[in-house]
């Protein structure tokens, strides 16, 4: 008989174990997954939508199902870090030539050759001299790509366009690059902006020209990158989220920002209200609002008008924070950015979402529940076969919560909390029953 009562309890017990397996939890969202073809692997670059819909910042709490609400197979790639290059500056040859004929004419330039490609000076000039018509050659030198120019200029004030060209031979020439150089001082502190981005220019020489007069020139230096740079591609293919919230903070100069999903951000915008202004800025973020403020970038952000429109800072970059919450401290010591408010741009890329076609459709995909943990493998561990084929599916409608009844699975604390509550209401129950059997067989004399 006791061995029976035993076997009854653990019978409970491994019921209510199986039970975990009923939906439990629902999520707040769920999306329809659209499959254009057949097959056995489909891949998804996650939308905006199901970034904001996520309660974890590291989208723990997608889950994919199949037409009959099970649970399917999948993994998440979260994008590669474009890395922020770490830069060496090294001084650069440069001259002083004549601007007319430059370009076609090698004898006009006022530098000679080298054997070695090295240019060499025929004509000496003062530097740092200013003459409306000259133009500027700098020789880069052998080997690598020059990720930037720096224009170290001898001006204590001067605001004007630059327009750089790179060639190999002296004679033909390619526009690479086109900014604003700006050196000024106010309240006892000086803002400059002396670089030029030039992306990765591998020609050896560069011609530079001055649409709004040339600069007294100090020096000039040419920035290379310690590590492999970010391809164009990639940083062109980022995707531009505007805060959802903004807001003046407690303090002078604070700025709070809001997004709407823990975005993989690796690059802000800062557009501010007002033309004709210079700010020294420092950018934070935290994944709550209670958690304390971290550093993720700093810099020099303008607004300024010119004679051909209107010309901006440049966005920041920085390692990818996946965050919610933003906050930019404005230097005020020149007067910060003046009245109104500035907006904030969140560029970032999305992650990969593949998932196996098991069972039959419709999919979906539910997400919005921050009680639920990983369950994505790696990819390695998904794709199996030689060279599977993966096709490409896409977010549909978003589907009515009624719904999730059918799809909800239960989190990882939720089914423990049950089973330890079923095992001790079992365990009870087995103490209880042997102890009235023990009672029932016992001598009257002694019950």
Not at 296 to 318: C, D, H, K, P
Request: charged share 20%; hydrophobic share 40%.
């Amino acid at each position: 008989m006791m061995r029976k009562l035993i076997a009854a309890c653990l019978g409970i017990v491994m019921g209510v174990a199986c039970a975990g397996d009923v939906p439990l939890i629902s999520f707040s969202q769920r999306y329809a997954l659209d499959l254009n073809s057949r097959g056995a692997y489909f891949r998804l670059t996650l939308p905006h939508q199901v970034y904001a819909a996520s309660k974890r910042s590291d989208l723990g709490d997608l889950r994919v199902f199949n037409g009959a609400g099970e649970l399917v197979p999948f993994s998440l790639e979260q994008p590669k870090p474009v890395p922020v290059r770490q830069t060496l500056l090294k001084p650069a040859a440069w001259f002083l030539v004549p601007s007319e004929g430059a370009a076609s004419d090698k004898t006009r330039l006022g530098v000679s050759v080298g054997a070695d490609g090295t240019l060499r000076a025929e004509v000496a000039a003062t530097p740092g001299t200013k003459r409306d018509s000259d133009a500027v050659l700098v020789d880069l030198g052998k080997g690598g790509a020059a990720v930037a120019l720096w224009i170290r200029l001898r001006d204590e004030r001067y605001q004007g366009r630059i327009h750089v060209e790179a060639g190999d031979d002296l004679n033909e020439w390619q526009a690479v690059a086109d900014a604003t150089l700006l050196k000024v001082s106010a309240g006892g502190k000086q803002l400059t902006q002396e670089r030029v981005a030039l992306d990765g220019v591998k020609q050896r020489y560069l011609r530079l020209s001055w649409p709004d007069g040339m600069p007294g020139i100090a020096a000039v230096e040419v920035e290379s990158s310690t590590q492999e740079s970010a391809s164009d591609a990639a940083i062109k293919a980022l995707l531009w989220q505007e805060a959802a919230q903004v807001r003046a903070g407690a303090s002078s100069g604070e700025y709070l920002f809001e997004s709407d999903g823990a975005y993989p951000v690796e690059s802000l915008r800062i557009s501010l209200p007002q033309s004709n202004t210079i700010a020294s800025v420092t950018i934070q973020s935290r994944g709550d609002a209670k958690s304390p403020w971290h550093d993720v970038a700093s810099g020099t952000v303008f607004r300024l008008q010119g004679n051909n429109g209107e010309r901006v800072s440049s966005s920041l970059r920085f390692d990818t924070v996946s965050q919610r919450y933003w906050r930019m401290l404005v230097d005020m010591s020149n007067g910060g950015i003046g009245g109104g408010m500035p907006q904030l741009s969140l560029g970032w890329r999305p992650a990969v979402l593949t998932f196996v076609a098991r069972g039959s459709p419709p999919f979906t995909l539910g997400v919005g529940n921050a009680a639920l943990t990983s369950t994505a493998l790696s990819k390695d561990a998904l794709l199996v076969g030689e060279h599977p084929e993966i096709r490409d599916a896409s977010l549909g409608a978003l589907l009515s919560t009624g719904a999730d009844k059918q799809t909800d699975v239960p989190s990882d604390a939720t089914r423990r909390t049950v089973l330890w509550a079923s095992l001790i209401a079992a365990v009870a129950a087995l103490g209880m029953m042997a102890w009235r059997l023990v009672r029932s067989g016992a001598p009257d004399g002694k019950r």
